[in-house]
């Protein structure tokens, strides 16, 4: 994983966290358990990486909630 990714990554974790309420090592934990860290996320690093912020977020509590680490 390059810096940006690696940056990017970070940042989601960030935004994610404090949307969340949860610790930034939970999210992470959540996201590496679910296969949405190296499965979407990073894969899909060229257009997230586009999205507003609060779309992020978004798409990405709706995806965590999918994949079951997150209540319906």
Known sequence: MDK???EFVTYCIGKLSAHLK????EVYRRLLS????YGYI????DVLH???SRYLVEDLTD??????????
């Open 4 to 6: 940006k990714v690696l």
């Open 22 to 25: 949860l610790s930034q090592q």
């Open 42 to 45: 990073v894969p899909s690093y």
């Open 63 to 72: 995806y965590m909630r999918e994949k079951g680490v997150l209540p319906a």
């Open 50 to 52: 586009t999205f507003s």
């Open 34 to 37: 679910s296969g949405i860290l």
